[in-house]
């Protein structure tokens, strides 16, 4: 049951925490930011936010920071739209999947082109 329910919690506060992005939070910081997912504990005691950002390693060091002093502001609004006995603390870790699957799709097309086969390719010319 416990499982269930953290997973529960997991998506109402990501739902909760995209609604403040697409509203905007007032930190000028905080640059486009998309929540790719949110892990919750068991206990309900801490959650995990993953996130992206559009931009270079600069932008993404001031959204963090932005997000990181919003946390207090963002647990509030949580608090008031949740019916949670107890808020989690909230953790917000850069989600470097998405550049990683990036670059793997990268190094695919180099092969491909240096093998003279574009993707799709089957060789037979």
Same mark, same amino acid.
């Given at each position: 049951m416990e499982f269930h329910r953290s997973h529960r919690v997991g998506d109402a506060v990501h739902k909760e925490i995209s609604a403040l992005l697409v509203k905007g939070l007032k930190d000028p910081r905080i640059g486009f930011v998309t929540i790719t997912a949110v892990e919750v504990t068991t206990d309900l005691r801490h959650a995990k936010i993953f996130f992206t950002t559009m931009g270079d390693e600069?932008?993404?060091r001031s959204s963090e920071k932005g997000l990181q *002093?919003?946390?207090p502001f963002i647990r509030r609004e949580i608090g008031k739209h949740l019916r949670l006995r107890c808020v989690p603390d909230l953790h917000f870790v850069f989600d470097s999947s998405l550049d990683y699957g990036n670059r793997i799709e990268t190094l695919l097309k180099e092969i491909h082109s240096e093998d003279g086969h574009g993707p799709?390719? *089957?060789g037979d010319n």
């Open positions: 600069a932008a993404r *002093s919003s946390i799709g390719d *089957s």
